[in-house]
């Protein structure tokens, strides 16, 4: 059984940018040793008669017919939006960046 130390686990911590306290760490490395192990465990595992498979069942897809039908009205969707532009739902920025003029004047439209 490969044995991890506690260095080990405050580097792969930090290389996950994990914050884990000195506590932690002992937990962590017996963790790590019995999931290793189990791989280790696996990889005896003779599977030099079975077929390589994309998926454990037999699944099928079912096709239907793309029938085109109305759609829910703009107005009625956007009815509960807490808040929008113009047309758009609008949501918090949850991607870095900076904001471009355009962006700038739509969001501050909206407030």
Known sequence: MREFIKEEIAKLADLAHLEVSASELEGLREDLSKIVEYVNRIEQIDVSGLEP??????????????????????EVALANAPQRIGEFFAFPRIVPGKLTESNRTEVEDSE
Request: glycine share 0%.
């Open 53 to 74: 498979m994309q998926h454990p069942f037999d699944a099928e897809n079912i096709w239907r017919e793309d029938v085109v039908r109305p759609s829910l009205p703009q």
